[in-house]
């Protein structure tokens, strides 16, 4: 019994109807709630960006709505991207697989809340929308460039950790090769 028992013992193949039946019943439940709280989730981010950075910046410092639009931004971009990437491998099973990306979402429950608030066509992102013009005029806009860097910075570890990696599996296999003579 290792490390890995819980992760690839080996299970009795389950036809899809068996499992689709129980997901649509959990997925009304959670689309309804979702429903439910769409209508009051934007204005209550709104209002609460809006207490963070200090309220009034109508004529105002507006460094409090930038620092907090960067912070959000890169590091509720990074993080789920990071935890996104964690559940790619052959070890984990789907369950857990499911479970780090669901972790992922919630991390970027803060970005798709701005997100809504800027492109969101309902009532209520028009007025969460109002309110952050008024006591965070800069924070949609900072949240959308410092996510973006934080993207492009996920994307160069990737890409470098990849190469790393490819380039120290063709160092062995090279070694080996000279060894072989």
Known sequence: MGFEAGFTEDRPKVPWQTRAAPAALLLVPVMLAGAAISTPLPVWWATLIGSQVGGDQIGGDPGGSILAGMCYGF???????????????????????????????????????????????????????????VQAAWFTTWTLYSAIAAALMFTATVVLWTAWRRGRTLERAGRKIIRRG
């Open 75 to 133: 590091t509720f971009t990074l993080l789920p991207l990071l935890l996104a990437w964690r559940a790619r491998g052959d070890r984990l099973g789907g369950a857990w697989k499911a479970a780090i990306l669901a972790a992922a979402l919630v991390l970027a429950a803060p970005n798709l809340l701005t997100a809504g608030i800027a492109a969101g066509p309902s009532g209520s992102a028009y007025q969460a929308r109002r309110i952050l013009g």
